[in-house]
């Protein structure tokens, strides 16, 4: 095999990360701190539909660092967020959900933070668990969120064992 073979692999896993990061949609923003050079201080807001779970949004708000470093995507965004999830349409699931993992995570420093978005499943109460945390690779972050999303009882929540 040709050594630019597995190149491109990884390239199309990378790419497919990306637009799962790319599914969010912003929502609004306002201005907290005033810049003269770069964009302001912000706290934005972004919806995230929930890729294995049709009927359910989540809103995460988060602060957005500006700045020189902001504008050139250097600036180390803050860890606290607030997360609300709700459902917006029928609730139906795609395909069975693991008792607990990802749906979202977006890079908020260059290189060693990340915002990230869990989903848990209760199953005695016919709940998802939506829970948000801003994580560092060296440290992590007590800074957290979390929002429930009830689950109708005709409706069973299918648990990947």
Same mark, same amino acid.
């Given at each position: 095999? !040709? =050594?630019?073979?597995?190149?491109?692999?990884?390239?199309?896993?990378?790419?497919?990360?990306?637009?799962?990061?790319?599914?969010?949609?912003?929502?609004?923003?306002? /201005?907290?701190?005033? &810049?003269?050079? *770069?964009? /302001?201080? !912000?706290?934005?807001? /972004?919806?995230? /539909?929930? =890729? !294995?779970?049709?009927?359910? %949004?989540?809103?995460?708000?988060?602060? &957005?660092? *500006?700045?020189? &470093?902001?504008?050139?995507?250097?600036?180390?965004?803050?860890?606290?967020?607030?997360?609300?999830?709700?459902?917006?349409? =029928?609730?139906?699931?795609?395909?069975?959900? !693991?008792?607990? +993992?990802?749906?979202?995570?977006?890079? %908020?420093?260059?290189?060693?933070?990340?915002?990230?978005?869990?989903?848990?499943?209760? =199953?005695?109460?016919?709940?998802?668990?939506?829970?948000?945390?801003?994580?560092?690779?060296? +440290?992590?972050?007590?800074?957290?969120?979390?929002?429930?999303?009830?689950?109708?009882?005709?409706?069973?929540?299918?648990? &990947?064992?």
């Amino acid at each position: 095999m !040709k =050594p630019h073979c597995h190149i491109l692999p990884a390239l199309a896993l990378a790419l497919a990360a990306a637009a799962v990061a790319a599914h969010a949609e912003q929502i609004g923003e306002v /201005d907290t701190v005033f &810049k003269l050079i *770069g964009p /302001d201080h !912000k706290i934005v807001v /972004d919806a995230h /539909d929930d =890729p !294995k779970v049709t009927g359910v %949004t989540c809103y995460v708000s988060r602060a &957005k660092t *500006g700045g020189i &470093k902001g504008a050139l995507g250097v600036a180390e965004d803050r860890s606290e967020a607030s997360i609300a999830c709700r459902q917006v349409g =029928p609730i139906a699931f795609r395909e069975p959900v !693991k008792p607990q +993992e990802e749906m979202f995570s977006e890079r %908020t420093s260059f290189i060693f933070k990340r915002l990230q978005v869990v989903r848990m499943v209760d =199953p005695q109460r016919n709940v998802l668990v939506y829970l948000t945390y801003s994580d560092r690779v060296i +440290e992590g972050s007590p800074q957290n969120s979390v929002t429930v999303v009830p689950v109708d009882r005709a409706t069973p929540i299918p648990v &990947k064992r």
